[in-house]
């Protein structure tokens, strides 16, 4: 049964940063995309970014350039560095796991594994 555990949300200022891990057990299968989710309060569950198995990387638009994700393999773990925070950054964080060989999916719908979340709180 795969697993998911996320670490290292918290409260920061406006134009702060955070970097936020996830650690994945299983290995039921060999290949894996690696995604961050975030959900705010009465919102949508949003794909952020994403690390297929061969390592390319999709980020929504609102946060590309300013996050950036990758992964340790051989650690099972995916990370998610946060830099110039902004308000609108602020919601519950998680992190995904999902059996496939070069793609991601969009829809948290298609993702086999779901951590707990971890809070993202961004203030003025």
């Known amino acids: 049964r795969e697993q998911v555990v996320e670490s290292g949300g918290g409260s920061v200022q406006v134009g702060g940063s955070l970097r936020l891990s996830c650690v994945r057990s299983?290995?039921?299968?060999?290949?894996?995309?690696m995604a961050w989710f975030r959900q705010a309060p009465g919102e949508e569950r949003e794909r952020v970014a994403s690390?297929?198995?061969?390592?390319?990387?999709t980020y929504a638009p609102s946060v590309k350039d300013r996050f950036t994700i990758s992964r340790d393999i051989a650690k099972n773990s995916a990370y998610l560095q946060m830099n110039s925070l902004k308000p609108d950054d602020t919601a519950m964080y998680y992190c995904?796991?999902?059996?496939?060989?070069?793609?991601?999916?969009?829809?948290?719908?298609?993702?086999?594994?779901w951590g707990r979340g971890t809070q993202v709180t961004v203030s003025s």
């Open positions: 690390i297929d198995s061969a390592g390319t990387t």
């Open positions: 995904a796991a999902e059996p496939a060989v070069n793609y991601c999916p969009q829809t948290p719908r298609d993702y086999i594994a």
């Open positions: 299983g290995d039921t299968f060999s290949y894996y995309c």
